[in-house]
Nanobody, 125 residues
Framework: QVQLVESGGGSVQAGGSLRLSCAASGDTFNYYCMGWFRQAPGKEREGVARISQAGAVVTYADSVKGRFTISRDNSKNTLYLQMNRLKPEDTAMYYC??????????????????WGQGTQVTVSS
């Protein structure tokens, strides 16, 4: 198993930037495909971005494409989400997640095996 801990959330004005981090421990980090998800109150959890084990395959939700960048540093066992030009509709709890199989690593949350506790992102207008 792997333990995941998110950090870097906070409050920012529209147009600003934040960088989220997800620190992994336990299993070897590069065994896992990783994803970022978010959930706003009263809404379903949605996929934001995913990245394959070696970082070669990256996918973004249309709502964040061109503004967010997912990356990973396997030597540091850390996943990142750089968020630029933030909008109020980006306000949500953000979670990182790990999938054992690449085939399960998409923008749907149901197939991921491990989850972090979340970090809150609030974007004001």
């Amino acid at each position: 198993q792997v333990q995941l801990v998110e950090s870097g959330g906070g409050s920012v004005q529209a147009g600003g930037s934040l960088r989220l981090s997800c620190a992994a421990s336990g299993d070897t980090f590069n065994y896992y495909c990783m994803g970022w998800f978010r959930q706003a109150p009263g809404k379903e959890r949605e996929g934001v971005a995913r990245i394959s084990q070696a970082g070669a395959v990256v996918t973004y939700a249309d709502s964040v494409k061109g503004r967010f960048t997912i990356s990973r540093d396997n030597s540091k066992n850390t996943l990142y989400l750089q968020m630029n030009r933030l909008k109020p509709e980006d306000t949500a709890m953000y979670y990182c997640a790990a999938a054992r199989r690449f085939s399960d690593c998409d923008l749907g949350p149901k197939r991921y095996n491990y989850w972090g506790q979340g970090t809150q992102v609030t974007v004001s207008s």
